[in-house]
């Protein structure tokens, strides 16, 4: 099998057992997204979803993230890892869409790298669900399922995604982040992956 077959094959078996190819961040609105996207860095999705579960509840706009204040918002995501940070990242940045972008979360990169708490990750996460851009968002699963099934021989996220978004098949474009996040949360993970039960073990590097 040709490597381009390799890749493609590897595209379609992810595409088939993975039943939705999407986040698993919970969010009501698009600016209900973005504040779920800054509190997920280095924290779990379960965890994020805890917390805007009775988050999302007080706080749907950003009149109410503003209107409840930093002192009270931080309180609100205190179980969040970096909640401190990420309490004044959600306010500046709320404050920022609300005088620049008329409340809009902004369609390109660089009005999204623009904002407090959103760097290249957070950016191509937000154009890839919100705005359906066959973006690639590399994050930990991302980096390790790349190396291991020999899509990319870097450890750098920006390298990996160039490496990405040069060899995956169009198609699959819009979809391979997420395919290879939820496969690495729960069949190829960190310290003991499923190699029984992988639908790409055929087609592994890392136990080939």
Known sequence: MSEVSRISEICRRLSESVSESKTELDYISDYTFLIAVILSAQTTD???????SILFKKCRTIDDILNLGLEAFTNEIRSIGLYKNKAKHIMELSKILK??????????????????GI???SANVILNTLFHEPVIAVDTHVLRLSKRLGLSESDDPRKVENDLENIIPDTYKKNISNLLVLHGRYTCKAKKPECANCVLADLCDAIS
């Open 99 to 116: 005088e620049k972008f008329d409340s809009k979360i902004p369609n390109s990169r660089e009005d999204l790298e623009s904002l407090p």
């Open 46 to 52: 379960v965890q994020v979803n805890k917390v805007t």
């Open 119 to 121: 760097g290249r990750k």
